[in-house]
């Protein structure tokens, strides 16, 4: 599984801007993955800043991408 290091630098280099851990865990919560919650995170349910539906998408791309890799 890729971390959000490598996520956050595959999204840079694919749109030439930035994205938070937050809309990455965000995404990956509505793709159906399993995330952990974050330690400083101020309400258990509530995510902070969520994904855009292009995000979401872009996060999906990057994963389907380093899945079918070995």
Same mark, same amino acid.
């Given at each position: 599984? =890729?971390?959000?290091? %490598?996520? /956050?630098?595959?999204?840079?280099?694919?749109?030439? @801007?930035?994205?938070? #851990?937050? *809309?990455? *865990?965000?995404? %990956?919560?509505? =793709?159906?993955?399993?995330?952990?919650?974050?330690?400083?995170? %101020?309400?258990?349910?509530?995510? /902070? @800043?969520?994904? #855009?539906?292009?995000?979401? @998408?872009?996060?999906?791309?990057? =994963?389907?991408?380093? %899945?079918?890799?070995?």
């Amino acid at each position: 599984m =890729l971390t959000y290091e %490598k996520i /956050q630098e595959e999204y840079r280099n694919r749109n030439n @801007k930035s994205i938070s #851990t937050c *809309a990455i *865990a965000d995404s %990956k919560i509505r =793709l159906g993955y399993e995330v952990n919650s974050s330690h400083n995170r %101020k309400c258990e349910n509530e995510v /902070q @800043k969520k994904a #855009t539906d292009f995000e979401v @998408k872009e996060v999906s791309i990057i =994963l389907s991408m380093h %899945k079918a890799s070995p």
